[in-house]
């Protein structure tokens, strides 16, 4: 399966990254690759909870939380014909605070083309959404 994993490190502990990774109705203002967001169920994320996301020269998505650790880990899906986008966003302890690592793969008989068109886009948006989190866990709330 075509993809891709950024890490980054975050002077910031688990719990505040965890904090703004979950936040996605705030995703917005804090990460220049996301639009608009909406939530699509009440509540925290869980499994089986739905997220409409647009984002800049991508079509909108509604994203599926598919698997949830809390405090560590979700992934979501988005599919469209041909084509499975699985997102996943990993939260670990790390001598220096924490460590954020996103990943995405593609799936589908058209992931190969799809992947092609949108790799590079996809690795600016993956590591500028990694590089927003860090800057909003590493910012005192106010």
Request: glycine fraction near 6%; avoid cysteine; aromatic fraction near 6%.
């Amino acid at each position: 399966m075509p993809g891709l994993r950024h890490t980054v490190t975050i002077a910031a502990p688990p719990e505040r990254v965890w904090a703004v990774v979950v936040d996605v109705e705030r995703w917005p203002e804090r990460i220049p690759t996301v639009d608009a967001v909406e939530r699509l169920d009440p509540g925290p994320l869980a499994v089986g909870s739905r997220t409409w996301l647009r984002q800049p020269r991508l079509p909108p998505a509604v994203w599926t939380v598919t698997e949830l650790a809390d405090g560590s880990s979700y992934t979501w899906e988005s599919s469209s014909p041909g084509v499975t986008v699985t997102a996943a966003h990993f939260v670990e302890p790390h001598p220096d605070g924490s460590r954020l690592t996103l990943a995405v793969t593609v799936s589908g008989p058209l992931s190969g083309i799809g992947w092609l068109m949108t790799r590079s886009l996809t690795k600016r948006y993956v590591e500028t959404e990694a590089a927003s989190i860090k800057r909003a866990a590493e910012t005192p709330a106010t």
